[in-house]
């Protein structure tokens, strides 16, 4: 089952003396983050008054955190985003979605389910737990299918993908 509030950074540090908070985004790039008028701390909304990308960071402004002292309360806090707020582009899904999905070969022969998912320079890599570890590549030569409605994932095994096989 989705979960509607996604984790998507984390408060690191303050900026300035208004208050504004620096985000290490989860996502594919800070600027993703630039597209919401709300966050959510701790389930609790916070409007976006205004944001900007920093390095590889988010600089933003939330309504109510006025002071230095009231945004450094909020460092290590995960920032959230709501799920109805996105737009995937056709063909993506979540990385939360993908976390307890079994995966299972090409001949239907279930090898575990995903509990992690490494964001690497070249391509996602899913972390298979079941009586081995896996450690599969997200490309299309290996991933053939994903099907969260469904909580699967197709995959194309190679020798040498079990990390603990001899």
Not at 77 to 99: H, M, N, W, Y
Not at 115 to 136: A, C, F, N, R, W
Request: some cysteine; glycine content about 8%; aromatic content about 6%.
């Amino acid at each position: 089952m989705a979960v509607n509030l996604l984790e998507t950074g984390e408060i690191v540090s303050t900026h300035g003396i208004q208050g504004e908070v620096k985000i290490l985004p989860w996502a594919d790039g800070p600027e993703f983050l630039l597209d919401f008028d709300t966050f959510y701390l701790r389930g609790k909304p916070y409007e976006v008054l205004h944001a900007r990308v920093h390095k590889t960071c988010v600089l933003a402004k939330l309504r109510g955190i006025d002071t230095p002292e009231q945004a450094t309360a909020l460092r290590g806090q995960v920032v959230c985003i709501d799920r109805s707020d996105v737009k995937l582009p056709e063909g993506t899904v979540f990385i939360a979605d993908l976390i307890g999905c079994r995966a299972i070969t090409e001949e239907g022969v279930e090898i575990g389910k995903i509990t992690e998912v490494l964001t690497m320079p070249s391509s996602d890599v899913y972390v298979i737990q079941g009586e081995h570890k896996y450690m599969i590549p997200s490309v299309k030569e290996f991933v053939k299918e994903i099907n969260v409605a469904q909580g699967y994932v197709r995959i194309h095994l190679i020798e040498g993908m079990a990390t603990d096989e001899n």
